[in-house]
């Protein structure tokens, strides 16, 4: 079956950049995402990439895409107090019926 | 607007009840999901719509009931439920069937506790 594969947990200070990073099985995979789950919440789209993109970037989020390696990298510019959420990736399920999620990565952002 | 609304916010629940969960979305899409979460995990497929017929049942038992009356609303009744069901549920929608192109929009989930 399909793993995606995300580091749990990262602290980082205000002000700092934040990087958040996952590795993908599925090479076929056109479109890669990310979302954001802030405590007692859904989950918000945050931003995509198409796999013929190196890098995407919008506004203080920038997406990095190595297909070879089958890596996907969020980093988060400035980084602020309200970012303190669970990053999820998401690639397109075999059949793509659905969405295969990481276990998400937990980044805390302290003052 | 890209806005999945779910009702209730939260819901507690004995085992004997029986209660529903609703979801709607206005933006035309014709695939629609539910998704079960557990505390720091990411969420799992439970049902699929597509065009108001069940697409795909991820061999959710029986307990869990979906239903699509319309191409706007998602209900998911839930009758006899355990205590290990207690979980956040996600609704989900996307313009048709998730695909390489279908961007999936979620609802801020109904958290359910059952006693």
């Known amino acids: 079956g399909e793993d995606v594969e995300q580091s749990l947990f990262l602290s980082v200070r205000e002000g700092d950049s934040s990087v958040i990073n996952c590795t993908y099985t599925d090479s076929s995979s056109t479109y890669l995402y990310w979302y954001k789950q802030e405590p007692g919440a859904g989950l918000q789209l945050l931003t995509y990439?198409?796999?013929?993109?190196d890098m995407k970037q919008d506004q203080r989020l920038t997406v990095l895409l190595n297909k070879k390696d089958k890596h996907l990298s969020l980093r988060i510019a400035d980084t602020q107090t309200g970012d303190s959420a669970i990053y999820f990736c998401a690639e397109p399920a075999v059949g793509y019926s659905t969405l295969t999620f990481g276990k998400g990565t937990m980044l805390l952002v302290s003052p | 607007d890209t806005e999945v609304t779910q009702t209730p916010k939260h819901l507690v629940m004995g085992m004997t009840n029986k209660k529903s969960l609703k979801c709607e979305q206005h933006?035309?899409?014709?695939?629609m999901y539910w998704y079960k979460q557990k505390a720091k995990k990411p969420p799992e497929l439970m049902f699929v719509y597509s065009y108001e017929k069940l697409s795909i049942n991820e061999s959710v038992p029986s307990r869990f009931s979906p239903e699509c009356p319309n191409s706007s609303l998602l209900n998911l009744h839930l009758h006899a439920l355990q205590p290990e069901d207690s979980a956040l549920y996600l609704c989900?929608?996307?313009?048709?069937?998730?695909?390489?192109?279908?961007?999936?929009?979620f609802g801020p989930g109904t958290r359910l506790l059952v006693l």
């Open positions: 933006m035309g899409h014709r695939a």
């Open positions: 989900a929608s996307s313009q048709v069937l998730a695909g390489p192109q279908e961007t999936q929009y």
């Open positions: 990439i198409f796999s013929n993109m």
